[in-house]
């Protein structure tokens, strides 16, 4: 999947690859296994943005595109490119998870931010994270883990009272 547009059939959406994919999926996958293979040695993840319907959404999934392999390479902007401190605070993001089992039941999560995702929010995320892992999970033994196998649901928790995330399972 995640290398070209996808028309999205359940979604009634064209789909392009999520630039953060690469790095995501692996860290999903990591924690499945630390976690003991809790979704199965043969579960799939990837990560894709919604583009919208018809020509429009394919022609914006090939602008996506064009844009992650913009930033693949030695185009990516320079310390101070960034956005500004408005943007960062205005910003926000919705994320939709459909998890599909081998017998077609489906599960969906949506997840929400309340600031830009690649800033603003993700420096709420990793000082929660810091805390949580001091104060809320002492018994974490040594290791390189991933913040869902180390932390789980008492992380979700901090993200939700103190990071301006929400969480909701749509079954």
């Given at each position: 999947?995640?290398?070209?547009?996808?028309?999205?059939?359940?979604?009634?959406?064209?789909?392009?690859?999520f630039?953060?994919a690469?790095?995501?999926?692996?860290n999903?996958?990591?924690?499945?296994?630390?976690?003991?293979?809790?979704?199965?040695?043969?579960?799939?993840?990837?990560?894709?943005?919604?583009?919208?319907?018809?020509?429009?959404?394919?022609?914006?999934?090939?602008?996506?595109?064009?844009?992650?392999?913009?930033?693949?390479g030695?185009?990516?902007?320079?310390?101070?490119?960034?956005?500004?401190?408005?943007?960062?605070?205005?910003?926000?993001?919705?994320?939709?998870?459909?998890?599909v089992?081998?017998?077609?039941?489906?599960?969906?999560?949506?997840?929400?931010?309340?600031?830009d995702?690649?800033?603003?929010?993700?420096?709420?995320?990793?000082?929660?994270?810091?805390?949580?892992?001091?104060?809320?999970?002492?018994?974490?033994?040594?290791?390189?883990?991933?913040?869902?196998?180390?932390?789980?649901?008492?992380?979700?928790?901090?993200?939700?009272?103190?990071?301006?995330?929400?969480?909701?399972v749509?079954?």
């Amino acid at each position: 999947l995640g290398n070209r547009p996808v028309l999205d059939e359940d979604l009634k959406s064209w789909t392009a690859p999520f630039v953060m994919a690469n790095i995501n999926t692996r860290n999903v996958h990591r924690s499945n296994m630390l976690l003991g293979f809790p979704y199965g040695r043969d579960f799939v993840y990837d990560e894709m943005v919604l583009t919208g319907p018809g020509e429009q959404g394919e022609a914006n999934a090939r602008k996506v595109m064009a844009a992650n392999n913009k930033f693949s390479g030695v185009e990516v902007p320079k310390p101070g490119e960034g956005p500004s401190k408005e943007e960062r605070e205005n910003g926000m993001y919705d994320l939709l998870f459909v998890a599909v089992a081998p017998d077609g039941r489906q599960v969906r999560a949506a997840v929400t931010g309340d600031r830009d995702p690649g800033y603003g929010s993700t420096s709420k995320m990793i000082s929660e994270c810091a805390i949580c892992l001091l104060r809320d999970t002492p018994e974490v033994a040594a290791g390189i883990w991933t913040p869902g196998a180390a932390m789980g649901d008492k992380l979700i928790k901090r993200l939700v009272d103190h990071a301006g995330l929400t969480f909701e399972v749509e079954k």
